[in-house]
């Protein structure tokens, strides 16, 4: 997902209902020092379900047919 900007990243999650975050994480020196514009993150939790995990990775695939 190198060429993909993340905010286009957590845009098309967001549109399938999956939340990430997107941007400097608080982190804008650091992001700066290593040239990074900025990242995306998932966290998963305990509560999370296989179901999810599927939406996440269908979205990513779209992410890649996409934007390639």
């Known amino acids: 997902l190198d060429k993909i900007h993340p905010h286009d990243i ?7 209902g999956i939340a990430i975050r997107a941007g400097h994480h608080c982190a804008m020196p650091v992001m700066d020092f290593y040239k990074v514009p900025a990242t995306a993150r998932v966290s998963f939790a305990m509560y999370n379900t296989k179901e999810e995990i599927d939406v996440l990775m269908t979205g990513i695939e779209s ?3 996409v934007f390639g």
């Open 10 to 16: 957590g845009t098309m999650l967001d549109s399938l």
């Open 63 to 65: 992410l890649i047919e």
